[in-house]
């Protein structure tokens, strides 16, 4: 799905949310999130590491203070310096929580804590190239290790050893479309056209252009 989880994000932002760029320079999202923590406290920051140019790799835990935690759920944007879409879904969540820590699905955070890797390749951000400064693919060096950004990403999977990881990406070759293929039954096929309707409606009202378009099947031999 192109724009992974910015839907959510854009459904559940605020003035803050909106103040973001959709594109946010890796200085910009540091910046948010530092305002962000120091604003919430359901929010923690720290660096996981650092790029090969030095910019920072951010990370951000979500969580509620006082309850013990059951899961943890980690979160990675930006592997791919041209994929923003990820970066930008998780600073408007982020955003959304700030503007109204109250309002938020708190039951969430009580079963579960939320880390955030919001921008894993700073400098390719930078650059709005796929690899990382030193012409490496990120996805194709998570065994070797030989990045700065590889060796943060697994040093947080080994100190923080989540349940599951969402890793985020998008097709940024393809323009901003909301793609789906066909729906194994007529009840998802049903579910999935009503939020289709409700991802472009939202992106649309947030000035972010989309466009629904069915694709066939991958296993679709025919």
Same mark, same amino acid.
């Given at each position: 799905?192109?724009?992974?989880?910015?839907?959510?994000?854009?459904?559940?932002?605020?003035?803050?949310?909106?103040?973001?760029?959709?594109?946010?320079?890796?200085?910009?999202?540091?910046?948010?999130?530092?305002?962000?923590?120091?604003?919430?406290?359901?929010?923690?920051?720290?660096?996981?590491?650092?790029?090969?140019?030095?910019?920072?790799?951010?990370?951000?835990?979500?969580?509620?203070?006082?309850?013990?935690?059951?899961?943890?759920?980690?979160?990675?944007?930006?592997?791919?310096?041209?994929?923003?879409?990820?970066?930008?879904?998780?600073?408007?969540?982020?955003?959304?929580?700030?503007?109204?820590?109250?309002?938020?699905?708190?039951?969430?955070?009580?079963?579960?804590?939320?880390?955030?890797?919001?921008?894993?390749?700073?400098?390719?951000?930078?650059?709005?190239?796929?690899?990382?400064?030193?012409?490496?693919?990120?996805?194709?060096?998570?065994?070797?290790?030989?990045?700065?950004?590889? %060796?943060?990403?697994?040093?947080?999977?080994?100190?923080?050893?989540?349940?599951?990881?969402?890793?985020?990406?998008?097709?940024?070759?393809?323009?901003?479309?909301?793609?789906?293929?066909?729906?194994?039954?007529?009840?998802?096929?049903? %579910?999935?056209?009503?939020?289709?309707?409700?991802?472009?409606?939202?992106?649309?009202?947030?000035?972010?252009?989309?466009?629904? %378009?069915?694709?066939?099947?991958?296993?679709?031999?025919?």
């Amino acid at each position: 799905m192109r724009l992974a989880w910015l839907w959510l994000a854009l459904a559940l932002g605020g003035a803050e949310g909106q103040s973001l760029s959709l594109n946010p320079s890796p200085e910009e999202a540091v910046r948010f999130l530092l305002e962000a923590t120091r604003r919430c406290p359901y929010l923690e920051m720290g660096m996981a590491g650092y790029s090969v140019e030095g910019r920072p790799i951010p990370f951000v835990l979500l969580r509620h203070p006082q309850t013990p935690q059951k899961r943890r759920l980690l979160v990675v944007a930006r592997l791919h310096g041209d994929e923003p879409a990820g970066t930008t879904a998780l600073l408007h969540l982020v955003a959304a929580l700030v503007r109204n820590p109250s309002g938020y699905p708190l039951s969430l955070l009580r079963d579960t804590s939320w880390m955030f890797l919001p921008l894993l390749n700073p400098d390719g951000a930078v650059s709005n190239h796929r690899r990382n400064r030193a012409g490496v693919d990120l996805a194709e060096d998570g065994l070797a290790q030989t990045q700065p950004e590889s %060796r943060a990403l697994f040093a947080m999977l080994t100190s923080w050893r989540p349940h599951l990881l969402l890793d985020l990406h998008e097709h940024p070759s393809q323009g901003p479309l909301i793609r789906y293929g066909p729906a194994p039954s007529e009840e998802m096929a049903s %579910r999935l056209q009503a939020l289709r309707t409700f991802l472009t409606q939202r992106l649309r009202q947030y000035r972010y252009p989309a466009e629904e %378009r069915n694709l066939p099947s991958f296993w679709d031999s025919s």
